[in-house]
C-alpha cells in the first residue's frame, strides 16, 4: 500500500469537487459585443437587431454574470437570467438543492432542452463566482448545444433540436 502525502490527497480531493475548464474552453472576445448593465426587466431579444447581421435570437450567444451564491436547500428558483417563456425561450436560474439550470424551448413549445450543474460547496462559500451560459445555435450536427459555465470552464453540456431561435416573443 503506498503511502499518500497530505499535499497530493488535498490535490486529488480538490480535483473531484471544483469545476474545471474542459478542453472546450469559451473564446470569449476581448470586450462583448453587448453589455446590459443593469438589472430588472428589458425588451425580449426575439427579433432584435443589436447590430450584427441578423436577429440577435438567432445567433450563438454568451451569457455571463458574477453571482455571490448561498447554499440553496429548499425554495422556489431565483431567476438568473430569462427572455422569451411561453413557447420560445430560453432561462438560467439557481434552484434546489443548490444547482444552476438552464432550459431552452422551441419548436413553438414542443421542443425542450435543459443542462443543469449541482454547485460544489467550496464554489458556493468561495465568495463572488463568475457564472453564465452559451447557446450554440448549431452545433454543426443540426442541434443547439447549451452549456453550463462555471469560474471560466464549461462544466455541462446538453443538446436537442429546439429551431435555433433561444429568445422568443413573449
Known amino acids: 500500500m503506498k503511502n499518500l502525502t497530505f499535499s497530493k490527497i488535498l490535490l486529488m480531493a480538490l480535483a473531484c469537487i471544483l469545476p474545471v475548464a474542459a478542453e472546450d474552453t469559451i473564446e470569449l472576445p476581448d470586450s462583448p459585443n453587448l453589455v446590459l448593465s443593469t438589472t430588472g426587466a428589458h425588451p425580449t431579444f426575439h427579433q432584435r437587431n443589436d447590430g450584427f447581421e441578423q436577429n440577435s435570437d438567432v445567433l450563438d450567444a454568451t451569457f455571463l454574470i458574477d453571482v455571490d451564491f448561498l447554499d440553496k436547500i429548499e425554495g422556489q428558483r431565483v431567476t438568473i437570467f430569462e427572455t422569451g417563456a411561453g413557447t420560445i425561450?430560453?432561462?438560467?436560474?439557481?434552484?434546489?438543492?443548490?444547482?444552476?439550470?438552464?432550459?431552452?424551448v422551441g419548436n413553438g413549445g414542443l421542443a425542450l432542452v435543459t443542462a443543469s450543474y449541482a454547485l460544489p460547496?467550496?464554489?458556493?462559500?468561495g465568495g463572488e463566482v463568475e457564472v453564465g451560459f452559451t447557446?450554440?445555435?448549431?452545433?454543426?450536427?443540426?442541434?443547439?448545444a447549451l452549456s453550463i459555465i462555471v469560474d471560466g470552464?464549461?462544466?455541462?453540456?446538453?443538446?436537442?433540436?429546439?429551431?435555433?431561435?433561444?429568445?422568443?416573443?413573449?
Open 89 to 104: 425561450g430560453t432561462s438560467f436560474v439557481y434552484e434546489a438543492p443548490s444547482t444552476l439550470v438552464l432550459r431552452s
Open 135 to 144: 447557446v450554440d445555435v448549431d452545433d454543426g450536427n443540426g442541434l443547439q
Open 121 to 125: 460547496q467550496p464554489v458556493i462559500e
Open 153 to 170: 470552464g464549461v462544466v455541462e453540456t446538453q443538446s436537442g433540436t429546439t429551431g435555433g431561435d433561444w429568445s422568443g416573443g413573449d
